[in-house]
Nanobody, 127 residues
Framework: QVQLVESGGGLVQAGGSLSLSCAAPGRTFSRVAMGWFRQAPGKEREFVAASSWSGGTTDYADSVKGRFTISRDNAKKTVYLQMNSLKPEDTAVYYC????????????????????WGQGTQVTVSS
């Protein structure tokens, strides 16, 4: 079992930046591939970014490429999502997710591939 706790959400103006954190206290983090997803009101949850457990392989949704960066510090058992040039359409509840993997380069982009989920943190971008 991996407990995930997000933080860092809030209200920001369009063009601004926010940094989200997802901590996994208590358990080893080094073999856990991580992802960020988001769900806007009235919409289905969608993939945002993913990282292999080594951090050496990442992937992004087209809508956030060049603006968002996923990173991780395995010693701190934390994964981050740096969000720059935010747009009103980025407004959503952001969730981090994790799954144990055997390969250091494996990552996933589908939510049904993840086993553990955080509670979510609200990000609101005003125009």
């Amino acid at each position: 079992q991996v407990q995930l706790v997000e933080s860092g959400g809030g209200l920001v103006q369009a063009g601004g930046s926010l940094s989200l954190s997802c901590a996994a206290p208590g358990r080893t983090f080094s073999r856990v591939a991580m992802g960020w997803f988001r769900q806007a009101p009235g919409k289905e949850r969608e993939f945002v970014a993913a990282s292999s457990w080594s951090g050496g392989t990442t992937d992004y949704a087209d809508s956030v490429k060049g603006r968002f960066t996923i990173s991780r510090d395995n010693a701190k058992k934390t994964v981050y999502l740096q969000m720059n040039s935010l747009k009103p359409e980025d407004t959503a509840v952001y969730y981090c997710a994790g799954v144990y993997v055997s390969s250091g380069s494996t990552y996933y982009t589908r939510e049904d591939e993840y086993m553990y989920w955080g509670q979510g943190t609200q990000v609101t971008v005003s125009s």
